[in-house]
């Protein structure tokens, strides 16, 4: 079966996906575009998928009878209209992050696919495809012992000037927030934020660097370092410390050069290159799970978890350094 799917968002990420299932994964196919600047769905449909339906709005995509999957790739404010309907049509969805933009909006969407009985909802927390995170977490399962501390850091380059302090948070640190959690299979009870002085290649509505403080039940101390204008490179680290020993997130792949008397490893500029791998493996899980109609993966709880954790660590942001506690309700029996 190829699973015909509508890509809603067809922007930098929507663009991409649609080139990886066109063009990299097997099982599916694009057949439908929407984008509410429509130039931009049909460059998408010209350079990838020339025999693709374009749709005026995302619903109408949605109720087509020719549509069996739905991607979700559209601003983040967006997306939760997008998943009800896509829920509501009994459709699978993959929802890049975040599933919704408030806590609320996450909530609503498990109340309705918990009322649906089935999940169709994938989020796209693709680190927990990352091999090298995969690797981490069979590290950290088995090797070093019970975890007390975890060292993260979450560093681009640069961010354009829209980029404000709590996106630092929700656009962001969302990717730990979710990884984190997986990795450790914990949840977080508290976060305090920590600001020290800002980089010079900041500007005035962004605080950055910020350090984001996360304690766990099981009593895990995270530090999560987040900075948007780094400079140097695109750079994820991640180092668990456990009873026995320490694990730390391998780093990319790069050629090493012995060259004018230095030892030299290049270092990512781009998110899109550093995780090329783990959207691969992600989409073609969403895939193999659509054409039996339902969704695996990373699920609606864990984007309600992550937009509580976000709202915690945005709120904590404005506490001077005091701890915000984070409650979560009981988890329904459908993520179990
Ligand atoms: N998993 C990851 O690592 C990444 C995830 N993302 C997420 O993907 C989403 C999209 O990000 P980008 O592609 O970078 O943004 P973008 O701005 O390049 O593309 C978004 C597209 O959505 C369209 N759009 C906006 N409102 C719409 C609506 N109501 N209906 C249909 N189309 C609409 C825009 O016209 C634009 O073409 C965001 O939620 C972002 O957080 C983005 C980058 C990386
Ligand atoms: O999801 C992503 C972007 O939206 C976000 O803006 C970046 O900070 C992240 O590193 C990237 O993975």
Redesign the pocket.
Do not use: L
């Given at each position: 079966m190829t699973v015909r799917i509508g890509v809603?968002?067809?922007?930098?990420?929507?663009r991409d996906h649609a080139r990886r299932i066109n063009k990299v994964l097997g099982g599916a196919k694009v057949v439908a575009l929407?984008?509410?600047?429509r130039a931009?769905a049909e460059a998408v449909r010209n350079d990838i998928a020339p025999d693709a339906e374009i749709f005026a709005t995302?619903e109408e995509l949605i109720a087509s009878p020719d549509v069996d999957a739905v991607l979700v790739?559209?601003?983040?404010a967006?997306?939760e209209q997008y998943v009800l309907a896509a829920i509501a049509a009994g459709k699978p969805c993959f929802c890049?992050?975040?599933l919704a933009t408030t806590a609320e909006g996450a909530k609503r969407i498990v109340d309705t696919e918990v009322a649906h009985g089935r999940r169709l909802v994938q989020v796209?927390f693709?680190r927990r495809y990352d091999a090298g995170y995969v690797a981490l977490k069979q590290a950290v399962d088995s090797r070093i012992g019970a975890p007390i501390m975890v060292h993260a850091a979450h560093r681009n380059p640069t961010v354009p000037e829209q980029y404000v302090t709590p996106m630092a948070i929700h656009?962001t640190m969302i990717?730990e927030i979710d990884v984190l959690r997986w990795l450790l299979d914990d949840d977080y009870v508290s976060a305090r934020v920590l600001f020290p002085r800002s980089a010079a290649r900041s500007h005035a509505r962004l605080k950055d660097p910020q350090i984001v403080i996360l304690e766990t039940a099981k009593g895990t101390i995270i530090d999560v370092e987040i900075f948007v204008n780094c400079h140097y490179g695109y750079d994820i680290q991640c180092q668990v410390v456990g009873e026995d020993g320490i694990a730390s997130l391998p780093e990319p792949m790069s050629v090493q050069t012995r060259l004018g008397a230095k030892l030299q490893n290049d270092i990512l500029t781009d998110?899109k290159d550093r995780?090329i791998a783990s959207y691969d493996v992600e989409l073609q899980d969403f895939i193999h799970a659509a054409a039996k109609g339902t969704a695996s993966g990373p699920n609606a709880w864990d984007g309600y978890v992550a937009a509580i954790t976000s709202d915690a660590c945005v709120a904590a942001q404005e506490t001077d350094g005091a701890a915000v506690e984070i409650k979560l309700p009981t988890r329904p029996a459908l993520y179990q």
């Open positions: 809603v968002g067809t922007g930098a990420i929507g929407s984008d509410v600047n931009s995302g790739t559209s601003w983040g967006t997306h890049e992050k975040p796209g693709m656009d990717h998110w995780f």
